[in-house]
């Protein structure tokens, strides 16, 4: 079965403190690998899709970064408002356009 | 671009009533949107796939005469919960998905329904 699973499942940084938010992924064929940004009784924002092993996207301080069996989201010198739930999310080969979703991180990032 | 809208943003109703939410994707057209569900603290459950023109795909466990699906047009996408009760009070996020092989989803900022 095709399996997603993100850690930490909570991280609390101080502002300017930089850190890595890990997703790993059952190795079954992956066709794209999407990072979501999630604030508290909001829907996901979209931030990047990663299609193959070496690909990096950046966006101002964050950096996602993915291999053969996982992917990164670098977080450099965060501020308060980078403080939500990150989500990623698998779209596997043979699954149609189904994304299997991990259950997310919670950062928070205090001053 | 990639802007997606939902209707209502929250709504209480009465136990055994129906309540529609709308999808609509802004400024693109798009052939599939997704419809999810969230519960506290949890990820996104996909609850069914629809396509415009066609009848939705439905995931294992999802009550298709419950959670009614319409995908009328290329940019407008229903959820009607039927004979609402409170164990369907959740959190209701639509995504879509723009043409093109990018397989991204764009999402809804989500629907609270709180069935009392």
């Known amino acids: 079965e095709d399996q997603v699973t993100q850690s930490p499942e909570a991280l609390r940084l101080q502002e300017g403190e930089s850190s890595s938010l890990n997703c790993s992924y059952t190795v079954s064929g992956l066709r794209g690998l999407f990072w979501y940004r999630q604030d508290p009784g909001k829907g996901p924002e979209f931030l990047f899709t990663?299609?193959?092993a070496g690909e990096e996207k950046e966006k101002e301080r964050l950096k996602a970064t993915l291999t053969k069996k996982e992917s990164f989201l670098h977080i450099t010198a965060p501020k308060p408002e980078d403080s939500a739930t990150y989500l990623c999310a698998v779209l596997f080969t043979g699954t149609a356009s189904k994304l299997t979703f991990g259950t997310g991180t919670r950062l928070q990032v205090t001053l | 671009g990639a802007v997606v809208s939902q209707h209502p943003s929250w709504v209480i109703c009465k136990s055994g009533t129906s309540v529609k939410i709308e999808c609509r994707s802004l400024?693109?057209?798009?052939?599939?949107m997704f419809w999810y569900r969230q519960f506290p603290k949890q990820s996104l459950m996909l609850m069914a796939t629809?396509?415009?023109?066609?009848?939705?795909?439905?995931e294992q466990g999802v009550e298709k005469d419950k959670f009614l699906i319409n995908h009328a047009s290329l940019t407008l996408s229903t959820l009607t919960v039927t004979s609402a009760h409170p164990e369907d009070s959740s959190f209701y996020i639509c995504s879509a998905e723009p043409p093109g092989p990018s397989y991204e989803q764009y999402f809804g900022p989500g629907t609270r329904l709180t069935v009392t």
């Open positions: 990663l299609y193959s």
């Open positions: 400024d693109f057209q798009a052939t599939t």
């Open positions: 629809s396509n415009e023109g066609s009848k939705a795909t439905y």
